[in-house]
Every structure is written in structure tokens, then in C-alpha cells.
């Protein structure tokens, strides 16, 4: 009873889990009549390819231009966040200084604020820099992440091991040096996993958006099927171009996890220390 009970636990997670990419992936090759008849799990008629055109053209390719958006805010703004996280875990694991430990406390009470609280500190923030609607206003609040931090130092505990990083110093490396050529190598499956973990969330980011910007030409993917979405209840011809955008947007999520998952598996010096 056991064993079917854990084998019907996970059918059901199974399910939970793929039954809506299985509606998403059946639901972006119907048209707007299968779309608001609740049709879209039937075999019927398949439209995907006039759907993928007319989201190509709708509002003179706009989506592609979100799109783009999106790669930038994400693939940046993940790029530049996982440095600077490895960095600064790097730092509280490896060096002494004073007050470390308190300054890590505060940077773990960072993880425990919801993002949404910060949004309309930040947007004040912005307004008194000058960047409100703008690139910068959605970029550079994605370049810090307090969990990435924390997970840079377990990382840099357990992969960074100081024998090496001594032998370095010895051979007349800086810290820096020794950082870039060995520490970052070190370390790399945990600068995968901060990646990962920011370019999700940025791509999905949508309130932050949604709070700074006002230019529909900034908006990222997430803004911009809200803003049709919204129009779909007038204009029901949106509602096509909705779902196969949102088709559309889980493919860089899927493309990054299944081409960076290597090098979670091991470090790139297991074994190194004897």
C-alpha cells in the first residue's frame, strides 16, 4: 500500500506539473473561436502557424522587440548579478575582516524582504536618480540578489578549498589573480546556479516592470502579454496572440537549464587537494 501510495503521490505531481504545458502547447495552435469555446485540449484544427504570423506582425512585431527586451534584462542583469554574488561569497568565505559576520547577517535579512515591498522604495529611489523608464530602472535592481550571495558563500565553502588558494599566494598571485584564475574556476558550478536561479526570475519579473516603466517599447515579455491580455476581454483576437507568446517565452528558460545543467554535476577541481 506503501509503495502505491508514493507511486500515486508522484502521478499526481506528474500531472500537476505537465498538464499545463500540456494546454499551453495545445492551446497555441487554436484559433480565437477554439480559444473561448474551451476547446483547446480536443484535437481540431491546428492554426499554429498563422498564430506564430500574426504575432509576428501584430503592432509592426513588437513581441520580437519584447522579446529581445527580455534577453537583454535577463541575460545581462543574470550575468552581471551571478559576479557580483560570487564575488561578495567569495570575500566573506575566504577573507577576515572586521564586522564580516554582522554584515553577512544583514545581507541574510535582505533575503527574508519580499521583492514586492522594495518595488515602490525603489522606484522613489529611481525617480531621484533621473532613470524611471528607462533600461536602467529594471537592469540595475536585477544586479542584486542577497540569496545569490548567500549561496556564492556555501558554494565557496565547499569548493574553494584554502590549501589551493595558499599555494597561489605563495607563487606571488594577488588576490585578485588568484580570484579570476582560480577562485572563479572553483567555484563555477555555483556561478551556473546563481545564473540560473537570476534569469528565471527576471524573466518572469513583471511587477518591477510594471512599477518603472510606461514606454511600451521597454516593456520585457512578461509586461507586454499583461498589456494584450488586458485587451483581450475587448478585442478577443488578442487572446491567440497571448498564448502563443506565452509559448514562445518558456523557451529560453528550457534552452538555459538543459545546456547549463552540466555543470552542476561536479566541481572543476574534485579531487584537487590530497
Known amino acids: 500500500m506503501s509503495k502505491t501510495a508514493v507511486n500515486g503521490a508522484l502521478l499526481l505531481a506528474t500531472a500537476y506539473t505537465l498538464l499545463p504545458l500540456l ?10 473561436p477554439d480559444l473561448l469555446g474551451g476547446t483547446t485540449l480536443s484535437p481540431g484544427t491546428f492554426h499554429l502557424g498563422q498564430n506564430l504570423h500574426n504575432l509576428g506582425t501584430a503592432e509592426d512585431g513588437i513581441y520580437f522587440h519584447w522579446y529581445l527586451n527580455s534577453l537583454l534584462y535577463a541575460g545581462l542583469g543574470a550575468l552581471g548579478c ?21 554584515l553577512f547577517g544583514a545581507v ?7 521583492t514586492t515591498a522594495l518595488a515602490l522604495p525603489m522606484y522613489l ?17 536585477s544586479l542584486v540578489n542577497p ?8 558554494f565557496c565553502a565547499g569548493y ?42 527576471i524573466w ?28 483581450a476581454h475587448a478585442f478577443p483576437d488578442f487572446s491567440p496572440l497571448v498564448v502563443t507568446g506565452s509559448l514562445l517565452a518558456v523557451i529560453p528558460l528550457v534552452v538555459a537549464f538543459t545546456g547549463l ?4 554535476k561536479a566541481g572543476m577541481t574534485a579531487g584537487s587537494v590530497k
Request: glycine residues 8%; hydrophobic residues 55%.
Open 147 to 154: 540569496f545569490g550571495v548567500y549561496l556564492a558563500r556555501v
Open 23 to 32: 494546454w499551453l502547447l495545445t492551446a497555441a495552435a487554436k484559433d480565437t
Open 204 to 231: 518572469n519579473n513583471f511587477f518591477l516592470p510594471l512599477v518603472m516603466l510606461s514606454d511600451n517599447d521597454l516593456f520585457p515579455v512578461s509586461l507586454g502579454l499583461y498589456s494584450w491580455n488586458t485587451q
Open 160 to 201: 574553494v578549498p584554502g590549501e589551493v588558494l595558499e599555494a597561489a599566494r605563495i607563487d606571488g598571485a594577488g588576490e585578485l589573480r588568484t580570484f579570476w584564475s582560480i577562485g572563479l574556476k572553483m567555484v563555477m558550478p555555483g556561478f551556473v546556479t546563481v545564473f540560473l536561479f537570476q534569469f528565471t526570475a
Open 125 to 141: 529611489l529611481a525617480s531621484h536618480v533621473g532613470i524611471v523608464n528607462t533600461f536602467w530602472s529594471v537592469f540595475v535592481p
Open 261 to 264: 545543467q552540466r555543470h552542476w
Open 82 to 102: 551571478a559576479l557580483i554574488s560570487v564575488g561578495a561569497g567569495y570575500a566573506f568565505e575566504v577573507f577576515s575582516f572586521r564586522g564580516k559576520e554582522k
Open 108 to 114: 541574510l535579512i535582505g533575503v527574508l524582504v519580499p
